[in-house]
């Protein structure tokens, strides 16, 4: 079965500095990989998510991940973060038909 | 993507009672699942929501507590039975289709506490 560990429960991080939330799958033969981010008191929205072709992926709002399947490692990146960007985001691995979601990451931007 | 509605969004009801959540959705959808997001959690997958035949459950969950309905492919209820203090949760309705290209659409979500 997949499985998803997202390695940081909690980013403190200032305003305009860069950030990486960092995630790990589990092997397995071919992967769907997804990050999606929860602002407060709201559901859930799709940031990016890789499928197959480019190791590198844009989403919205500025934000990128790369596939690396040599580390099974989908990290999430942004070279600026704003105060808006004061969310959970959460690492999903598809499997069967469902998401199954890691931990999540509380992302805290300061001013 | 799909555009989906979710109806309580926020909830307080008394234990031993049953609250029943709406999730509509603006086109029909190959694939209806409800999660729950327990306080300070990520999100943990009840079932699948299958039209016209009884949902699949995961392991933990069971219908009598959180029976399931889909009517067609645009719609879905989940009910929570008996509530204690423990049902107290985010409870999200998601939808994809056949292709999943898109990605998986996620309701707003019903904010439930149980007094």
């Known amino acids: 079965a997949q499985s998803v560990t997202q390695l940081d429960s909690q980013v403190p991080v200032f305003e305009e500095a860069p950030v990486e939330l960092r995630c790990n799958y589990s092997s397995s033969v071919s992967v769907y990989l997804f990050w999606y981010v929860q602002y407060p008191n709201q559901g859930l929205q799709l940031l990016l998510k890789?499928?197959?072709?480019?190791?590198l992926v844009k989403g919205i709002n500025g934000f990128e991940a790369e596939f690396n399947k040599s580390q099974t490692s989908f990290h999430l990146r942004k070279p600026s973060v704003h105060i808006s960007d004061t969310a959970e985001y959460f690492c999903a691995v598809y499997q069967g038909g469902k998401l199954i979601f890691g931990q999540g990451t509380e992302l805290s931007v300061k001013p | 993507s799909a555009v989906i509605s979710q109806k309580p969004s926020r909830d307080i009801c008394q234990r031993g009672t049953s609250l029943t959540i709406q999730c509509q959705v603006d086109?029909?959808?190959?694939?209806m699942f409800w999660y729950r997001q327990q306080p300070g959690q990520s999100l943990t997958l009840i079932a699948t929501?299958?039209?016209?035949?009884?949902?699949?459950?995961e392991s933990g969950f069971v219908i009598d507590k959180f029976p399931i309905s889909r009517p067609n492919l645009t719609f879905s209820t989940l009910t929570v039975s008996n509530m204690s203090p423990e049902d107290s949760s985010i409870y999200l309705c998601?939808?994809?289709?056949?292709?999943?290209?898109?990605?998986?659409?996620f309701g707003s979500g019903t904010r439930l506490t149980v007094v």
């Open positions: 929501a299958n039209q016209g035949s009884e949902a699949t459950y």
């Open positions: 998601s939808v994809t289709d056949r292709d999943r290209l898109y990605g998986y659409t």
């Open positions: 086109s029909q959808v190959t694939m």
């Open positions: 890789y499928l197959s072709g480019s190791t």
